[in-house]
């Protein structure tokens, strides 16, 4: 059988017994702790949650420990799985894909310390490719030999994601043979591709209509390839672009600044919440996950150009992967901020063809081979990929004390 036609079967019977459960009277939730990329969150299984999104929701916070409601300034989440920065607050739930286009369906929930507010807009390049190893080791994917492929619909973004992982046995085993910046030592690898990634979020690759437009009186372009980004000059805001990660968190007077940039450019974008209604300018201000920003320079090493990215509250550790798919297909299209810094670096032509695009960061390289062509409307880009490596950090039983009485009641009909 081709490795893209992975085949999939009904729930395994290792599912059903790794299931909610009541012990001594306490609420258990089975999770898989999990690494992606630079990200860590947790995996569940969409049929073990409960059936109402304020249940789901309760729970999921529990689990992470943000506050149940409202917020909580200073929260260190040490209740919970969670770790502070946006990087360590997600959770994927997962489940079989109901159509022939895709194996699974993956849902994401981006989670704050300090607030219960629980983004659903967004996906994560980094924790999706903890995904494929879930899917081996609880045997929802049959491995193929020597690479199995799974195909993962994100119901966030509505983007199917190609995700080839090596099963050179057959089975469940995964070579820890891939490094990537950023993460010390060897672990499974994973490469994802994502499918026709333009427009996840607005429909289009320039949302403003321009390939460069002007905020809070900076130069910016405006993409939406994986996750709508804004992407400005880093010496137009007297930067360097090869400033720490602690450097520019503790930049209060260059936070500000950028929260004025996204908050123009989000508004011009016409980004929406997941019910479809426009994001309001407090809402922008306070985001947690779009749009993203980062600062461009030119290459201080081998790569093609050097990034500083936010999240946007806070600079990250090193490139979303997302994020590094839409930087990369900047690059590529004559006319955008990042095109006019990059260097070396050949753009898009008429012809379709797969370029590779090394990102400097602060955690090294992230490399991203997008396959594109110029167009009339700026380029079709039939995939993204990019290569990340995954742990299973813990697997077990996370107890979920002080419930509601509804949660604890769907935990009673589990156990019923």
Avoid at 105 to 112: D, K, N, V, W, Y
Avoid at 138 to 160: E, S
Avoid at 189 to 205: D, I, M, Q, W, Y
């Amino acid at each position: 059988m081709s490795n893209t036609q992975t085949p999939h079967a009904p729930q395994p019977p290792g599912l059903d017994a790794f299931a909610p459960r009541l012990l001594n009277g306490v609420a258990h939730f089975p999770v898989y702790y999990m690494r992606g990329g630079t990200s860590t969150g947790v995996v569940l299984w969409e049929p073990h949650l409960p059936g109402t999104l304020e249940l789901k929701e309760e729970l999921i916070r529990r689990i992470m420990g943000v506050p149940v409601s409202g917020e909580t300034k200073g929260n260190k989440q040490i209740n919970g799985l969670g770790r502070g920065p946006a990087t360590s607050n997600k959770v994927f739930m997962l489940d079989m894909h109901d159509g022939p286009e895709a194996d699974l369906s993956s849902t994401l929930a981006q989670l704050a310390a300090d607030k219960s507010a629980i983004d659903w807009s967004v996906n994560c390049g980094n924790m999706s490719s903890a995904l494929p190893l879930y899917a081996l080791e609880t045997g929802l994917i049959q491995a193929q030999k020597p690479l199995t492929t799974v195909r993962i619909f994100n119901t966030n973004t509505k983007v199917i994601t190609d995700a080839r992982i090596n099963t050179p046995a057959g089975n469940a085993h995964v070579p820890a043979d891939t490094e990537i910046p950023g993460v010390m030592g060897a672990f499974p690898g994973v490469e994802l591709s994502l499918r026709h990634p333009v427009g996840a979020k607005t429909g289009k690759l320039f949302p403003t209509g321009n390939r460069k437009d002007v905020f809070a009186g900076v130069s910016a372009s405006c993409l939406d390839v994986a996750v709508p980004m804004v992407i400005v000059s880093a010496a137009e805001l007297g930067k360097k672009g090869d400033e720490s990660v602690d450097a520019l968190n503790q930049d209060h007077d260059l936070k500000v600044r950028l929260r004025e940039i996204w908050v123009e450019a989000g508004l011009k974008m016409g980004l929406k919440k997941r019910n479809g209604e426009p994001m309001t300018r407090t809402e922008l201000e306070n985001s947690e996950t779009i749009p993203k920003i980062c600062m461009v320079a030119p290459p201080r090493g081998s790569g093609h150009i050097s990034v500083r990215y936010f999240t946007p509250q806070s600079a990250h550790g090193s490139l979303a992967v997302t994020g590094g798919c839409c930087l990369a297909t900047a690059c590529l299209l004559p006319g955008t901020v990042a095109h006019e810094i990059a260097q070396n670096l050949a753009g898009f032509s008429d012809e379709e063809r797969e370029i590779v695009v090394d990102m400097e960061n602060p955690a090294g390289t992230l490399r991203a081979r997008i396959r594109g062509a110029l167009s009339v409307d700026g380029a079709v880009i039939p995939w993204a990929a990019y290569a990340r490596n995954t742990q299973v950090l813990m697997r077990g039983y996370v107890p979920i004390y002080q419930p509601t009485a509804a949660l604890m009641a769907f935990f009673q009909g589990v156990q019923n």
